[in-house]
Nanobody
């Protein structure tokens, strides 16, 4: 069955960096657009970034220039490099495959 397992979340100070990973299985990873979304407490889930099968990327305005989405088709893994993190980036981050299927999420907390 389709599985998406996120990892790499944690507590980081403002201005710090984290790299999230999403290990995919159960489908042909290289044939699907992959995305990251996030949900902060009391807010709706929102789009963060996506990467097409050809490697084209799209970002939410709030993370453009700070976050980088990438994929390794040989490892069936999606990444999100997050730099210059801000307290407003605090959320549960979810991996999404256009299968469709969501991962279980990983918590990112930005706080001093």
């Amino acid at each position: 069955q389709v599985q998406l397992v996120e990892s790499g979340g944690g507590l980081v100070q403002p201005g710090g960096s984290l790299r999230l990973s999403c290990a995919a299985s159960g489908f042909t990873f290289s044939m699907y657009t992959m995305s990251w979304a996030r949900q902060a407490p009391g807010k709706q889930r929102e789009f963060v970034a996506s990467i097409s099968i050809g490697g084209g990327t799209t970002y939410a305005n709030s993370v453009k220039g700070r976050f980088t989405i990438s994929r390794d088709n040989a490892k069936n893994t999606l990444y999100l490099q997050m730099n210059n993190l801000k307290p407003e980036d605090t959320a549960v981050y979810y991996c999404y495959a256009n299968v469709p299927h969501w991962g279980q999420g990983t918590q990112v907390t930005v706080s001093s």
